[in-house]
């Protein structure tokens, strides 16, 4: 069984840019989150979406977006780059039912802003 | 303000020793506490977890402790491979349901079981 793929994996933009960040969940999964992992820090919550509603969203500024598609698969757009915003952003699915929160990652995206 | 802590950056352990891995966390909210371990250049794969009404799980050679007085739990690795160097990530989840829930990580530990 396929696990959760994520593209591009890498990508270098400059300051100002758009970005979009692409993921497909394990199959059967109706849960994607997102996090942003910078170097050296642990994973930061992004957005959670279940069945294609947003159901929780962490401390991002608006350039940070996101939506989830009927096949569950799901998109993040970042606008208006930042020098910081460079990192390594990590999709991951589940179920969505239960409480455990056990989370299955991708690979990631590693963005580099210039 | 970090919820979730590991203060040890860095591990090194002799194969076939214990190693074990230490996390505090703050919020009382939380009610499962996850594990996960990353290797250089892939994203976190889940280890182990345990849910804040016990004390201690167990699968193999890993088996996580839980203090809830304390909010401490750790990880312990019995006997290290060479293969555990990875850096160890302690996460809590927090939210309503399956479907609205997130994890709180924290920085991780880094471990290097030396042959």
């Known amino acids: 069984d396929a696990g959760v793929t994520q593209s591009p994996t890498h990508l270098i933009k400059t300051r100002g840019q758009h970005v979009t960040l692409r993921c497909s969940p394990i199959?059967?999964?109706?849960?994607v989150s997102w996090y942003q992992q910078v170097l050296g820090q642990g994973p930061q919550f992004i957005f959670q979406?279940?069945?294609?509603?947003?159901?929780g969203r962490g401390n991002f500024p608006d350039r940070f977006s996101a939506r989830q598609f009927p096949n569950y698969s799901s998109e993040l757009n970042v606008n208006a780059l930042l020098l910081g915003d460079s990192a390594l952003y990590l999709c991951?699915?589940?179920?969505?039912?239960?409480?455990?929160?056990?989370?299955?990652f991708g690979e990631g995206s590693r963005l580099t802003v210039l | 303000d970090q919820q979730v802590k590991q203060n040890s950056p860095s591990l090194s352990v002799q194969e076939g020793r214990i190693s074990i891995l230490n996390c505090d966390y703050t919020?009382?909210?939380?009610?499962?506490f996850l594990w996960y371990k990353k290797y250089p250049a892939e994203g976190p794969t889940f280890l182990i977890s345990?849910?804040?009404i016990k004390d201690k799980n167990e699968d193999g050679r890993f088996t996580v402790f839980l203090n809830k007085s304390a909010k401490h739990l750790s990880l312990h690795i019995v006997p290290s491979q060479p293969g555990d160097s990875a850096v160890y990530f302690c996460?809590?989840?927090?939210?309503?349901?399956?479907?609205?829930?997130?994890?709180?990580w924290g920085l991780g530990t880094s471990l290097a079981v030396n042959p």
């Open positions: 991951a699915s589940s179920t969505g039912q239960g409480i455990t929160g056990e989370l299955f």
């Open positions: 199959s059967g999964h109706k849960s």
């Open positions: 979406y279940y069945e294609k509603e947003e159901r």
């Open positions: 919020n009382s909210m939380f009610d499962y």
């Open positions: 345990i849910s804040s």
């Open positions: 996460a809590a989840s927090v939210g309503s349901a399956g479907n609205n829930r997130k994890l709180i």
